[in-house]
Each structure stands twice: as structure tokens, then as C-alpha cells.
């Protein structure tokens, strides 16, 4: 039996108007993530250091109720964009899971407690600053290049996504937790922030 004008048109006008709104099939692509808590996955759970989230109430909302070294209850933003760009969730750098296939991915090397200014987080010690991210970062790449070859790790590198979030411990530690600091003393809020 064989199907009528209409039917066929009405498929057809289900089929436009459904098809748009699935998720269209794409590559997931690596991505990179450099910071401070806001954005840290683990990393310092791997150091020897009190600015860490391993314990409760860090990870109340996860599937398992644990502490992931995520600076919040359950997902944080890295895990949110990974989902977005079709990827599995990024391992911390130092994580010995970050291996082979994983690698793929890419790596987050954020660490709680720093700043763009290398004295801001003293007080945590044994956290990776901004510069110590960037030097695993070119690690990162030569591993990757061991592993796949030159020219597959410059593709991974060349078309991942890349998240720089820190800044915000410059000003809270210089002038909130310590109003007194050696920053705050040779600047002055005034004419460091806008009116």
C-alpha cells in the first residue's frame, strides 16, 4: 500500500522540525584549563598543601557523595563545558590516570590558592603557580608528541579549548584575609579597582 501526498508531506514537516533540535554528532576536541579553585579538579589533592577540597562537605552532591578536589559540592565549570564539548570530563595534570588515551582529552592544571602575582597564596604553600602550570603544560605537550607523534599532538593542542580563570585571589588575599598586607600597603584599593 502506498503511502499519500500527505502523509508523506507530514513526515516530512515532523522530520524538519525535529531533526534541529537533536544534538548534532561532532568531534569532541581536548581541553586545557589553567587557575586557581574555581576551576581546579583535583590537583591538590596530589600535594602536600591546606588549600584542598578531599574532604566533606566538598562532593555532597555527587553521584558517590565524595570529595573530588572540586572546589564545590558537585560539578564545577570544567565539567560543565566538558559535557558541552562533547568530551569526558579532563583528569588533573598530576593525576597518575592521566595516561595514554587520556591524554587525549587534555589536562587541567589548576591549582586552589593562586594568583596571577606569585606571592599571592603564600600561605598555602605547595601550590602550583601560574608559571609551574605553564611548564607542565609544555610537559603536557611533550608527552602527547612521545605518544602520538609531532603532528597529531600539534591537531590536539591546536584545536583545544582553552580556560585561563584567575585573578580572583590577587585581591582577596592582599586586601580581605590579610588588610594589612605588604600589596595592600604599597597599593591602595582606590586606585587599584574603578570607582
Not at 562532593?59 to 568530551?87: C, M, Y
Request: charged share 15%; hydrophobic share 45%; aromatic share 10%.
Amino acid at each position: 500500500m502506498a503511502a499519500s501526498s500527505w502523509q508523506v508531506a507530514a513526515l516530512l514537516a515532523v522530520a524538519l522540525c525535529v531533526l534541529p533540535a537533536l544534538p548534532a554528532a561532532r568531534a569532541a576536541r581536548a581541553f586545557f584549563i589553567f587557575g586557581d579553585s574555581l576551576v581546579d579538579n583535583g590537583n591538590n589533592n596530589y600535594l602536600l598543601t591546606s588549600a584542598r577540597a578531599d574532604s566533606w562537605p566538598y562532593g555532597i552532591d555527587t553521584p558517590d557523595h565524595r570529595a573530588t578536589g572540586r572546589f564545590s559540592n558537585g560539578k564545577n565549570v570544567v565539567d560543565l563545558i566538558s559535557e558541552q564539548i562533547g568530551s569526558v570530563p579532563v583528569l588533573p595534570y598530576l593525576s597518575p590516570e592521566l595516561d595514554g588515551e587520556n591524554l587525549l582529552v587534555g589536562a587541567n592544571f589548576a591549582s586552589a590558592g593562586i594568583g596571577i602575582l606569585n606571592d599571592t597564596g603564600i600561605q598555602f604553600a605547595n601550590i602550583i603557580r601560574i608559571s609551574k602550570q605553564l611548564t607542565y603544560f609544555e610537559q603536557y605537550k611533550h608527552r602527547l608528541a612521545k605518544l602520538y607523534g609531532p603532528e597529531r599532538a600539534a591537531r590536539v593542542v591546536g584545536g583545544a579549548l582553552t580556560l585561563i580563570t584567575l585573578g580572583g585571589n590577587d585581591f582577596v588575599n592582599n586586601y580581605y584575609l590579610v588588610p594589612y598586607s605588604a600589596r595592600s600597603r604599597e597599593f591602595s584599593l582606590p586606585t587599584t579597582s574603578p570607582p
